[in-house]
């Protein structure tokens, strides 16, 4: 079992739908989780990140988290052309060096 | 003013070669890390250093050195380059302390063997 698993896509929407984006880990001792957005050819670059349950909100991105169902969610609402990129969940494992465990990432596109 | 910052962005070279690339952040970070992205885009951690020590190794061919002259600095040298150490190779550092240790990634480097 992959230690971070998300759906490689690609997820098409259409301009103005919310788009979700799903995470499942399988490490229950995981404690911080982190979205980040790669356009191609480019370095990730970090949306959000989440470690209580529940919703956080910023701007036109929710994340969620689920400890219990191990499930980590980011939502964009609003979807523009500009959001077209690959989204990598992460996380922190037990041990405290920063390292980040990546799922494969899923390919969004945002049709006009 | 670049935050993490790795050269080269490309380097094609030839299967038994040695290359080296380099990574600087101004940050003021402790901890640096090479990872290594494969052609599905799955990125995946191969060292960290924190403070000049090497903290974590996974399990990466004894061909690959990182080397860490201050906590600034983090290179990766590989030796006997072969076709499937073609991949794209980011550099990140962060503070690491509390739930949210943000690594910030450089630009990264696109390695291709032939």
């Known amino acids: 079992q992959k230690e971070v698993e998300q759906n490689s896509g690609p997820l098409s929407v259409p301009e103005g739908a919310i788009a979700s984006l799903n995470c499942t880990y399988s490490d229950r001792g995981s404690q911080s989780f982190f979205w980040y957005r790669q356009y191609s050819g480019k370095s990730p670059e970090l949306i959000m990140f989440i470690y209580s349950n529940g919703d956080k909100e910023d701007g036109r991105f929710t994340a969620q988290l689920n400890k219990a169902s191990q499930y980590v969610s980011l939502l964009i609402r609003d979807s523009q052309p500009s959001d077209s990129a690959t989204y990598l969940c992460?996380?922190?494992?037990?041990?405290?060096?920063?390292?980040?465990?990546f799922g494969q990432g899923t390919t969004l596109q945002v049709k006009p | 003013d670049t935050a993490v910052s790795q050269t080269p962005k490309y380097l094609v070279t030839q299967m038994g070669n040695d290359k080296s690339i380099k990574c600087e952040q101004n940050l003021g970070h402790d901890t640096m890390y090479w990872y290594k992205q494969d052609s599905k885009k799955f990125l995946k951690i191969m060292f960290s250093y924190n403070n000049k020590e090497l903290i974590i190794n996974e399990t990466v061919p004894n061909r690959f050195s990182p080397k860490s002259p201050d906590k600034a600095h983090l290179n990766l040298h590989i030796n006997s380059l072969e076709l499937g150490d073609s991949a794209v190779y980011f550099c990140?550092?962060?503070?690491?302390?509390?739930?949210?240790?943000?690594?910030?990634f450089g630009q990264g480097t696109r390695l291709t063997v032939v």
């Open positions: 992460a996380l922190h494992g037990s041990s405290n060096t920063g390292k980040l465990i």
């Open positions: 990140a550092s962060s503070q690491v302390g509390g739930v949210n240790t943000e690594a910030f």
